[in-house]
């Protein structure tokens, strides 16, 4: 077991925090002055430390460039109006981290490793967590292979790091999105409940059409029928229809289990919204839109919270949502910055102090 005082720290001399206002930062723009980053070789994590942010030097032939053998997670730390630093549910990154590890073939990261490095390098940094509304400080950790040698194989060494970026609130403006008709991000058996860097390689395509056709996003479908319904862009989706949140189930593995998507439907059972985990294609919205009871859709995720949908587009249908009327995502939205501010008690234990 790794303790967080048996963390070595080389600290850097000048900070580079006296240079970048924490004032609405964009996102994932400014790394802070230190990193955290282990050796995974012969069967073991070794060489924890944390030290002065970075560039690596790799070998052209690093494995991970080519076979692709990359994952990472994404997580928010905040300050409150004290000045006490927390972590927004960061074991089920931990938890979630090791899923998509083995998924892709990688060695699984200790929880001393992932936690208490999490804990220290966010202690070393905690100057950097800005305290205004809406900021916090993003952690990014992520592991990619290191063998140098290009046999087909999975790599026998790894490096693991976590580093931080300042962000201000991410400006989430009502998207307009399209059903997804040609391309596939996830199908059953394959990685698409992975947070591997492939699956956001995958996709990048299929969004930059939707951008040349008008759109911001699309609505991931199923690869065989492009009717069931998966996730929009990188994030979960809800659909309310008739008073019911409706998201797509888990179990076919074509879904990213997000810790917003679970945090939200949470949120909505303490409303008193019935929420159902489910399959759900793209005729049962067309049909309840109809006749007037499909009201809200939006999608979740770590970066934007949550993000609304105000047009929906299928073939020749289009659908058009009020985003000055979406009361279900509101208060969701409401109560979970009310949580992360103290406003509203933790009763689920989510946030982690530092
Ligand atoms: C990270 C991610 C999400 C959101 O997960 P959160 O834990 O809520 O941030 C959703 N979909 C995909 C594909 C993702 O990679």
Redesign the pocket.
Known sequence: MIAAFDIPVTKIGHSKLNDIPLENIPFGKYFTDHMLEADYENGEWKNVEIKPYQPLLLDPSLAALHYGQAIFE?IKAYKDEKGNAFVFRPI??FK?FNKSARRMNMPEIPEEIFMEGLRKLIAVEKNWIPSLKEHSLYIRPFMFSTDTMLGVRPSETYKFLIILSPTGPYFAAPMKIVVEQTYT?AAPGGV?FS?NAG??GGSMLAATEAKKAGYDQVLWTDAVEHKWLQ?VG???VFFLINGVAITPSLEEGT??A????DSVITMLKEMGIPVEERKVNIDELLEAYEIGQFTEVFG????AVISLIKELKYKEFVMKFDVTKTPVATEVKQRLSDIREGKLPDTHNWMWPV
């Open positions: 994404g089920e990154n979630r991000r698409g947070k699956n956001y996730e990188m994030m979960n879904i990213l997000g810790v917003t998507r979740t995720g770590t970066a």
